[in-house]
């Protein structure tokens, strides 16, 4: 699958918004679905400048993001030797058809890249299979035990999750390493973890019960040379994907159904587009204060995936429970109420940003 993500810099508020219901509106002129995430993940990259952009500035957000593609929004880059630039006027929407040149034109380029990457790729493959073969093989012979549900109810303790949380409310720094030979650090002081594993490839360490995941602690100056070629990650990223995986539709305890919850903060952008529901569930939720069982026959989402965004929001101190239910609307359900609502969402992912 292509990677048609985006995200902004230096984008205020109003530009955000604008930005993203033009794009909207563009949809059926677009050769792929586009759609906005963290800048750090973000496969497109649009940088706006009111004032001039010098060339070196340039040169230097180019090292910072070197597997992005940079498109240059603004008036002033008559000067600039850049490969993809929106010329448009500062805090004003981009011109439609441009915009849609533009991305057409990126998604070919994208094409290339992904074609040649794969080309290397098979020649890589090819080069290790035998010493991905014999290190499968071992894998086989190991016993990893998970955790399978056995409670109508989840509880953290029996799952990665609970090393998490233990990691914060001691402060102590720890090793992780499950019989699978990831290696995963906890550093509860700056709230970062360093795994040299992406956070999609963890869901058989998620999914591990504690008493089969070796954990030492360790000190901090040994952590800064173990994880010195690594790059920090944000534990809430990693609180967050663990619940998901391990919650499976179960509330936690002292929770119920019928619980009137308020969602206080909007989860990170980024987190709306692990499950598609998410985005509705958040967008209902920030308008919304009822209960689990309603959210779900509002939204006409899958309760298990209400419950796992649930339980995702509570671990990360996003929900509280209350007792006043406030309705506001029914979702949209026509074209016209999805415009609105999809340019409702992105001022409150700016804002939020």
């Known amino acids: 699958m292509l990677d048609t993500t985006l995200s902004f810099l230096d984008f205020n508020a109003k530009q955000q918004a604008s930005f993203f219901a033009i794009l909207v509106l563009s949809e059926r ?4 679905d586009w759609k906005m995430v963290n800048k750090d993940i973000a496969k497109v990259i649009f940088i706006s400048s009111q004032q001039k952009i010098n060339q070196s ?6 090292l910072t993001y070197p597997e992005s593609i940079l498109v240059a929004y603004s008036k002033n880059l008559s000067e600039l030797n850049i490969a993809w630039k929106l010329i448009t006027e500062f805090d004003k929407p981009p011109i439609r058809s441009k915009l ?23 020649k890589e493959i090819k080069e290790i299979k035998e010493i991905k073969e014999i290190k499968e093989i071992k894998e086989i012979k190991k016993v990893i035990k998970i955790s399978i549900p056995k409670n109508i109810l989840f509880l953290p303790e029996d799952y990665f999750l609970g090393i998490i949380q233990n990691s914060i409310k001691t402060g102590e720094i720890y090793h992780c390493q499950n019989q699978s030979g990831i290696n995963l650090y906890l550093y509860p002081q700056k709230f970062n973890y360093f795994c040299s594993v992406e956070i999609t490839n963890l869901k058989s360490l998620f999914l591990t019960h504690p008493n089969e995941i070796k954990v030492e602690k360790i000190l901090e100056e040994d952590l800064k040379k173990l994880v010195k070629d690594m790059k920090a990650k944000t534990l809430n990223d990693l609180c967050w ?3 998901i995986i391990a ?7 002292n929770h119920h ?14 987190y709306l587009n692990t499950v598609k529901d998410y985005l509705a569930i958040a967008t209902f939720m920030n308008r ?9 026959q509002y939204t006409e989402k899958k309760e298990v995936n209400v419950i796992d965004f649930h339980n995702a929001c509570q671990v990360l101190g996003l929900i509280d429970q209350t007792k006043n239910f406030c309705l506001n609307s029914r979702p949209a359900s026509d074209k016209l109420r999805q415009l609105r609502q999809n340019v409702f969402e992105a001022l409150q992912f700016s804002t939020a940003s």
Do not use: C, F
């Not at 500035?57 to 180019?62: G, V």
């Not at 919650?247 to 305890?253: A, D, E, I, N």
């Not at 159904?257 to 980024?270: A, C, E, M, T």
């Open 288 to 296: 919304n204060v009822t209960s689990i069982k309603k959210i779900s």
């Open 29 to 32: 002129n677009l050769a792929n």
């Open 100 to 122: 849609i040149s533009l991305l057409n034109k990126i998604t070919v380029e994208l094409k290339e890249i992904k074609e040649i990457k794969e080309i290397k790729e098979i």
């Open 257 to 270: 159904h019928d619980d009137v919850v308020n969602l206080k903060y909007w989860p990170d952008i980024s």
């Open 241 to 243: 994907h663990s619940t």
């Open 247 to 253: 919650s499976q539709g179960r509330l936690m305890k």
């Open 57 to 62: 500035e340039w040169d230097k957000l180019q």
